[in-house]
């Protein structure tokens, strides 16, 4: 498990006090394959594995079998302790939520952390420490605080909202976080301006020489929108993006890809979500889009299917006018890649949004993409260039831009600009080097 000593890309500058060694970078995420944070992680530290980094990955749910990613249950023991944390946690937001679960995973407290994660031999000899996502049971205020006085390094990847909120993970139009939250849409209290929300977001900023901390979000959006928050007056905040394995995320044969997935139509959309029964990712949108396009188009009736992937109930796909089928959750990334290659357009009807990996991957595999102009998108989507941004909420709008796509006579140059953007924007060495830099920059 021990940081092997070589010679590696992120070499330190004498000024860090690392001169004389090898600066040691630890990932460190609730798991490293399950969400698309999780998926980030991974990418993030392939990434500056292949460019010479001394990086290893810490998880409590370990999934793949890489071998330089580490769980903290080492054993039967702390795996169901872990367990019991993430319960614990839940539990008490439940009660907070009145019992109520729309909105159990809408929300975390941070106020249970994962055993042997402090003590691990990893985090002891990690120079700098970049934390991903966190919630769920693996990360503590309490712990933070622990880490923060041995003197750690410590950078934390924002893949949401919830490091400059109280309690949330999306504010959707709340801005309460500008000024310290209360008030929160979410707990069952109702509108109290010194609610839970409120006191939390005070004992984030309590925690002692949290100003030491490196804040990095995944897209401008993301940075700006943090930077307004109180939490954030005194902490750093860059904005670097989530990479992408272009050589497995490629354009394949489109005959190919959708003999192997049986689709016969002409044009194919693609929807996808790791939930799209989650209201934030939109899908009833999609579906008025859709409606839409079918009244003003029906002679594409028969022309027209819709291809759909990730979790959820496979009913809802009845009320589309069009024909469909259903992918399910795909993990093999090379499959994954052939199904976007199978798809005319890739359509994404989220509300709120960072920089959301299934837009990346459909547009490293020359897929032009249709979404509403919100959160991280507009830095994926170039309107009218590789895709087509949709005013928020705007069905109407949303369907002129799946069909624009569709049918369009430069559809051959939308495919080109949308591989041009990740290649240009989103590779791993692109990545890696912005990431080398921010720790240099944590371990002054």
């Known amino acids: ?49 292949k460019n010479g980094a001394e990086v290893k990955m810490l998880v409590r749910d370990k999934v793949s079998d890489e071998k330089d990613i580490f769980t903290v249950n080492k054993n039967v023991f702390v795996k169901f302790f872990n367990f019991l ?4 946690e839940r539990l ?17 407290f941070d106020n249970f952390g994962a055993l042997n994660l402090l003590d691990n031999p990893l985090v002891e000899e990690a120079d700098v420490i970049n934390f991903h ?18 003197n750690k390094h410590i950078v934390f990847t924002m893949h949401d909202m919830h490091y400059f909120t109280g309690i949330c993970h ?58 307004t928050s109180l939490m954030f ?58 409606r839409l396009v079918h009244i003003k188009n029906t002679e594409f009736d028969e022309d027209i299917q819709l291809l759909v992937f990730g979790e959820g109930d496979p009913a809802m796909m009845n009320q589309f006018p069009y024909s469909y089928k259903t992918a399910g959750y795909i993990k093999d990334e090379k499959d994954l890649a052939m199904l976007y290659s199978a798809a005319n357009v890739f359509v994404t009807p989220s509300l709120d949004d960072n920089l959301p990996n299934t837009v990346m991957e459909a547009l490293s595999c020359g ?15 170039d309107h009218n260039a590789n895709g087509y941004l949709a005013e928020l909420q705007n069905s109407k709008d949303l ?18 600009n949308a591989r041009s953007k990740v290649e240009n924007n989103f590779s791993e060495p692109v990545i890696a080097m912005k990431y080398n830099e921010i720790y240099r920059e944590a371990a002054i």
């Open 367 to 381: 897929v032009p993409c249709a979404a509403f102009n919100t959160g991280g998108l507009p830095q994926l989507i």
């Open 399 to 416: 369907a002129e831009g799946i069909f624009k796509i569709i049918t369009s006579d430069n559809y051959t140059t939308l495919c080109h």
């Open 170 to 227: 999306y504010a959707r139009k709340c801005n309460n976080f500008e000024n310290g939250c209360g008030n929160c849409l979410f707990l069952k209290e109702g509108k109290k301006e010194n609610d839970f929300s409120r006191r939390w977001f005070l004992r984030k900023m309590e925690i002692e020489r949290r100003q030491k901390l490196i804040f990095v979000a995944c897209s401008n959006w993301l940075r700006d929108t943090a930077k």
């Open 133 to 150: 996502w966190t919630s769920q049971g693996l990360l503590s205020l309490n712990q933070l605080e622990k880490l923060l006085k041995k």
């Open 233 to 290: 007056e005194k902490n750093k905040v860059f904005s670097v993006p989530n990479p992408i394995n272009t050589d497995v995320f490629r354009p394949y044969d489109k005959a190919k890809a959708r003999e192997k997935f049986n689709l016969t139509k002409k044009y194919v959309i693609l929807f996808g979500a790791a939930n799209f029964t989650d209201k934030r990712k939109g899908l009833k949108y999609l579906l008025e889009a859709l």
């Open 92 to 108: 008490c937001i439940l009660f907070k939520l009145g019992f109520k679960k729309k909105n159990l995973f809408q929300v975390s």
């Open 1 to 49: 498990m021990a940081f092997e000593k070589k010679c590696l890309y992120l070499s330190p500058c004498k000024r860090n006090g690392f001169s004389n060694k090898v600066m040691r970078v630890l990932l460190v995420s609730t798991s490293d394959r399950n969400g698309g944070a999780a998926i980030a992680c991974s990418r993030i530290f392939q990434a500056l594995k």
């Open 85 to 88: 944390n993430f319960c614990l």
